[in-house]
């Protein structure tokens, strides 16, 4: 390094000055910064080429070398921030409204809710009108008007949730709005029942303490299990297409005969999978021709009136359609299992 006179360093400040001032962005200034101050730079190379110089003027270049190494690095990180800030207030200050707005999160119906409005929809289609009951129901509507006498040992299908030192229980199915329609109307009558429903069963994948069900009945002079047959067939491939269905005698108080009905498995078309555990059927729901005692507790003469009944769960057929293999998954409310209906 060339030795620099006081006049020399003088005029390398000036010049210093002057890049500084016309740098425009922090870029620049610390490429100045490196030039003039960084390890290999014209100052700092200075600095070292200092033990060269006579020993005379050795004090004086190195007081006006290291003076103007520190001014001219105080004037860089001063115009540094300067400018930093000027980036920082045009960023704020500036309003692009060709940028996309803040996505807002829009809620839809949850998957059971879905599949819930879709079946009352093609009952509706087929004339049947909406009613509901309470969920919190008593002994009386749950079971002993649906001819489940005291003591029955048919109360044990439902192990049952009995609200405390009361007569009122959380309804184990939706068959007690038959007994409370009955009671107000005069047939003949078509209604679906859709609610919530509580037993106390232990929760596993494919059983949880509350589901829902819709309930299905029509009482009138000339009705057949013919025609729950067919209202049911008509359901069935409305919701699904192209299934089989079949019928399977069965047991229920409110209902002779009683039957459960299966659908073909949707998954293997009958051939037999790990949903349909193999057997090909998926069971849907519990039917039947109403009980004549039912019709009696209501006030109805079983002679005039005849009916057929069935409950459907809405779980099991949502689980069904959406290849669902946990129940739970419908009541944890997972935000990534909801978003995907
Ligand atoms: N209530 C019955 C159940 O929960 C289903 C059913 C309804 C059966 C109507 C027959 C008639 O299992």
Redesign the pocket.
């Known amino acids: 390094m060339a030795l620099l006179s006081e006049g020399e360093i003088g005029q390398l400040v000036l010049a210093a000055e002057k890049e500084i001032e016309s740098a425009s962005t922090p870029e620049e200034l610390s490429t100045l910064k490196i030039k003039y101050v960084g390890r290999s730079g014209i100052l700092t190379l200075a600095l070292r080429g200092l033990k060269d110089i006579s020993p005379e003027d050795r004090p004086k270049v190195g007081q006006a070398l290291n003076s103007a190494k520190v001014s001219l690095e105080e004037k860089i990180d001063a115009r540094t921030s300067e400018l930093e800030a000027a980036a920082r207030k045009t960023a704020r200050g500036f309003f692009d409204h060709t940028l996309p707005g803040t996505p807002y999160f829009l809620g839809h119906p949850h998957p059971l809710v879905q599949v819930n409005r879709e079946i009352v929809r093609i009952f509706n289609f087929m004339g049947f009108e909406t009613a509901t009951g309470p969920e919190i129901e008593t002994d009386y509507y749950n079971f002993e008007a649906?001819n489940f006498p005291k003591d029955h040992p048919a109360r044990d299908?439902?192990d049952t949730f009995y609200l405390q030192d009361s007569e009122l229980l959380l309804r184990?199915?939706?068959?007690p709005v038959?007994a409370r329609v009955f009671e107000k109307r005069k047939p003949p009558i078509k209604i679906l029942a859709p609610g919530r429903?509580y037993r106390h069963e232990a929760i596993n994948a494919r059983s949880y303490y509350t589901f829902l069900?819709i309930?299905?009945?029509y009482v009138d002079a000339d009705v057949s299990f013919a025609d729950l047959k067919g209202v049911l067939h008509a359901f069935v491939s409305a919701f699904y297409g192209d299934v089989k269905t079949r019928f399977r005698p069965?047991f229920?108080p409110?209902?002779e005969p009683?039957?459960?009905m299966d659908i073909s498995c949707t998954i293997c078309g009958g051939k037999g999978c790990s949903v349909c555990k193999y057997e090909g059927w998926l069971e849907i729901?519990?039917?039947?021709m109403?009980h004549p005692q039912v019709f009696r507790n209501v006030g109805y003469d079983p002679e005039v009136w005849r009916g057929?009944?069935?409950?459907?769960?809405v779980d099991r057929i949502a689980m069904q359609k959406y290849r669902i293999d946990d129940i739970r998954l419908f009541y944890e409310n997972d935000l990534r299992f909801l978003e995907q209906f």
């Open positions: 649906l299908m439902w184990t199915h939706t068959s038959q429903v069900q309930e299905g009945f069965s229920f409110f209902t009683s039957a459960e729901l519990g039917c039947g109403i057929y009944a069935f409950g459907l769960g």
